[in-house]
């Protein structure tokens, strides 16, 4: 598996995203039961409110290798995770990057995966 990974400009600020790739190296979260190796390709953010940008980011990671596209849990979940503050733009950025997955794939004859959370 190839990811490239999308955090939330926000959180990006104060969050080295340890616990983020902490679950990828122990395969743990939404990495659980994954028997491939794990390959950090690149690591990104939406490019801020409201998150327009995060298509060109996908668009990037896919070019540069990636077949697995992971939104960080500060989007899907919020921050602290689970606590508060989830994007206010979710539904939009996901249907956004799974729309642009699968178009990316299709030029590269892949299967763009897109997964929601990380831990
Ligand atoms: S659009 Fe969502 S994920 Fe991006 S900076 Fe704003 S709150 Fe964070």
Known sequence: ??????????????????????????????????????????VMTCGGCPGKKVSSKVRALVNKGADTIVLSSCISKGYPVGVAFPCP???????????????CGEAKGIDVKVVEWTH
């Open 1 to 42: 598996m190839k990811v490239g990974l999308i955090r939330c400009e926000i959180v990006s600020e104060f969050c080295p995203a340890a616990s983020c790739l902490k679950s990828m190296r122990e395969k743990s979260g939404a990495f659980e039961g994954i028997d491939e190796e794990i390959e950090l390709v690149g």
């Open 89 to 103: 733009n979710w539904e939009n950025i996901v249907k956004a990057v799974k729309s642009v997955a699968k178009k």
